[in-house]
């Protein structure tokens, strides 16, 4: 019997997605449940697995179209069996494994001048002006003179149709800078406390709960108290409306090798830092796997991005809509700071607030970002609900 192959309802207000990636060929045999196609959508990354085992008949799609659901892409037929596996003969399986042969000189990408003046002078040149690359003996020269090493071999220039998660990102980021009155204000925080806090028990920590004792689950619980202090911070314009929440489900920016995506924690207020820290662990192993699934990444109310992994030391975020707050946290750098008369080396932290203006005020966001620098140099006032 011939089953066919079709897009799967992709999740709420998403109607078409890429094809990613063809899997399995014409002909080839598959087991029921075996991934067969992955879709790329503007939010997630999506697999179709094989309704039943058997032979790929046809594919109707190819890689890089475009598809809605319901699409037929392709036909498998259940009743084949699987191919009997064919031992390898004997004397072949016998054979010892031949040493490789030495590379004629000629056929080396460097020629034996060029390799024995490279060598004595240590000098590395990728490619050459020779033919397919080759580094010729005046290359050599020209590179120890000061001379311009010869350009790389291949196209100067690459042009790559962008994903539909890439091409997503785009228009949100630019949307949100189209329909937000966005400002940025700044604070700096002294994360010694946090920092002698977290060394003193992350042993303990990972002992008893079995993760790692971070610094997000700090600005996370910090997060929440700073929200419901400026209750506007975790609201929405809705027309001419403004709906203000009384959850508090933080989304977390994660990079992935497709592009920025923000998954969403529930409920952080019920959750305890272990309950953080296995959180963050596992949604961001998700994107990095390309797991997200639609509820992963429906629902938040504020947003908390952390440039400083990458080195960032100060940025401005932009609003993740309809989300009217983002939190950017940036690189911990040790400065030279004035404490009580006297001048003391710190582990400093810049932490921005990007906001929609049009429900925030600017003495809201101010205090929103003093909730937050007090509660992480203070963390005895996150346990007291201060």
Known sequence: ??????????????????????????GDYVKADEMLVELETDKVTLEVNAPASGVIKEWKVAEGDTVEVGTLVGRIDDSAKAPAGEPAPAAKAAEPAKAAAPVAATSAVMSPAAAKISAENNVQLSSGSGKDGRITKGDVLVALEGGVSPAPAG????????????????QRLKDSQNTAAILTTFNEVDMTAVMALRSKFKEDF????????????????????????????????????????????????VGTPQGLVVPVLKDVDMLS???????????????RDGKLTMADMTGGTFTISNGGVYGSLLSTPIINPPQTGILGLHKIQERPMAIDGEVKIRPMMYIALSYDHRIIDGGEAVTFLVKIKEAIEDPQRLLLDL
Request: charged share 30%.
């Open 1 to 26: 019997m011939v089953l066919e192959i079709k897009v799967p309802p992709l999740g709420e207000s998403v109607s078409e997605a890429t094809i990613a990636k063809l899997c399995k060929a014409v």
């Open 273 to 287: 830092f272990a309950g953080v820290e296995k959180a963050i662990v596992a949604i961001g192993k998700k994107a």
């Open 206 to 253: 990972l002992k008893k709960h079995d993760t790692k004792l971070g610094f997000m689950s700090f600005f996370a619980k910090a997060s929440i108290a700073a929200l419901k202090a400026i209750p506007a911070v975790n609201a929405e314009i809705d027309g001419d409306e403004i709906i203000y929440k009384n959850h508090y489900d933080i989304s977390i920016a």
């Open 155 to 170: 196209p100067r220039e690459e042009r790559v149709k962008m994903t539909k998660l890439r091409q997503k990102i785009a």
